[in-house]
């Protein structure tokens, strides 16, 4: 068979393989995005932290709530003098009160920074989300233009093997040299070397993306309609993602909180009002002197703290620092997402800029080694210039498929600047996760409960 023969068979079991491919059912991203915001522990280990942070309100509220005690205690007792033997019994029994009436809004701003962290915990989980989800879109990406390179370079392989068993068919008939069998023996191993590499990374991304969907890839398909999510310029990008990265907005309720605390280290120079009551019983058996009966008491304490060893100034300063401290990381965060917006806003356009020049060169490729192919076998080229040409064609079709992958990867990296990069922005039909419910239901929780129902 002819190389040109070769060549054509080639072709067509490499587009026979394509359409099989493209007629399979294909696992969008938006498909995986949805097994992986179920799947994701990260995100999980957020929701729980963000239940365990709203326990902080009801665990606030409680200091000026009323504590309420039952007692028991029993007493046996007995003495031997002067040849008399005595002894007794006692049983006491007693309920206790006590309730701060006042602290200085103290509770109230300890009530305010725990709903403010609650309010934070909240937002963590739309950042933990986000995270999660470009996760997955990276690892999606990277097995789709590794599965890309594979394909690529097994046709490059290919394409190695029919051009050394042409140069060996030329040198049988006296119109090739030794020199071409030995370059195309060289391209050849090269090309067997990048093969087996683009294999090593394609299994190493099908890992990543087994960990973060919980299922192994098949027939991805890298078309989704989420650019519709994107602005049409960088000011309004700019402007939505100060307005709702949940990063920023996690910054806001970290200064509400810091501001709250503040207060509330201030109120430990102030006075504390408390209400304490008991009642109880008594009962006495056997020897004992019959006291059986009843008792209580009422007591009101007014407190004014004078000395504290430096704790109360040292903790107003520290509540302070850290109020300031609070504002300085939301200016970081403000700068971070802003940047972060224009980075994948400008590589949405570099990506752009390199499919066309890719596609060109491409196109441009194959129209050279056509040529070159045909000039070799007019006997004005050599073989080496056929290898050559070949690889420049596979150069500029990896650049494709690398340029192809940036862009997708950079729409993404914008919507998650902008803080879109959520299940609910992307229609994902999932349950979202969120504590909002579990916030309601223990903001105003009085009773002993082990658990409370969202």
């Known amino acids: 068979m002819s190389f040109r023969k070769r060549l054509a068979v080639s072709a067509v079991a490499v587009l026979a393989s394509a359409l099989a491919v493209n007629g399979a059912q294909a696992q969008s ?151 071409d069998v030995a370059q195309a023996e060289a391209r050849l191993a090269q090309g067997d070397a990048t093969y087996r590499a683009a294999l090593s990374n394609l299994e190493t991304s099908k890992a990543t993306f087994q960990r973060y969907v919980g299922q192994a890839p098949h027939n991805l398909s890298a078309s989704h309609n989420f650019s519709r999510l994107i602005p049409s310029g960088l000011s309004a990008a700019i402007a939505e993602a100060e307005t709702g990265h949940p990063a920023i907005l996690m910054a806001k309720a970290a200064i509400r909180a810091a501001q709250a605390s503040s207060k509330a280290a201030e109120a430990g120079f102030g006075p504390k009002a408390s209400l304490n009551g008991s009642v109880g019983s008594k009962v006495t058996g056997q020897n004992g002197s019959p006291t059986d009966g009843f008792s209580g008491s009422v007591s009101f304490q007014i407190t004014v703290p004078l000395y504290a060893g430096g704790a109360i100034g040292a903790s107003v300063r520290k509540a302070n620092i850290e109020q300031i401290k609070s504002e300085v990381d939301a200016m970081s965060s403000y700068d971070k997402i802003r940047e972060s917006v224009i980075s994948a806003w400008a590589g949405i356009q570099s990506a752009d800029a390199q499919i066309s020049a890719a596609s060109a060169a491409v196109s441009a490729g194959k129209t050279v080694l056509d040529g070159v192919i045909q000039e070799r076998d007019l006997g ?64 105003d929780v009085w009773a002993e409960l082990r658990t409370v129902s969202e």
Do not use: C
């Not at 950042?127 to 590794?146: D, K």
């Not at 599965?147 to 050394?164: D, G, W």
């Not at 040409?389 to 650049?399: P, Y």
């Open 29 to 179: 991203i938006a498909q995986a995005l949805t097994i992986a915001y179920d799947h994701a522990p990260d995100l999980q280990s957020a929701l729980l932290n963000a239940k365990a942070s709203a326990e902080n309100i009801a665990l606030a509220k409680a200091g000026t709530r009323p504590t309420l005690g039952a007692s028991v205690s029993g007493n046996y007792s007995w003495s031997l003098a002067g040849g008399k033997f005595t002894d007794g019994t006692s049983l006491t029994t007693g309920l206790s009160y006590s309730q701060t009436l006042y602290d200085g809004n103290k509770t109230n701003s300890e009530v305010e920074a725990a709903r403010a962290g609650a309010e934070a915990a909240e937002y963590q989980i739309r950042n933990t989300e986000q995270n999660v989800l470009l996760a997955v879109v990276q690892a999606y990406v990277s097995v789709l233009s590794n599965s890309q390179l594979v394909a690529l370079r097994q046709e490059n392989l290919s394409f190695f093997q029919a051009q050394l068993q042409s140069a060996r068919d030329r040198l049988d008939v006296g119109e090739g040299t030794r020199i």
């Open 380 to 443: 004005t080229r050599t073989t080496l210039d056929v290898l050559n040409s070949q690889a420049e064609l596979t150069t500029a079709r990896e650049g494709l498929i690398n340029a192809s992958s940036n862009k997708v990867l950079a729409t993404f990296s914008l919507l998650a600047a902008m803080g879109h990069l959520t299940a609910s922005d992307l229609g994902l039909n999932v349950e979202i996760k969120s504590a909002a419910r579990y916030t309601d239901a223990v903001d």
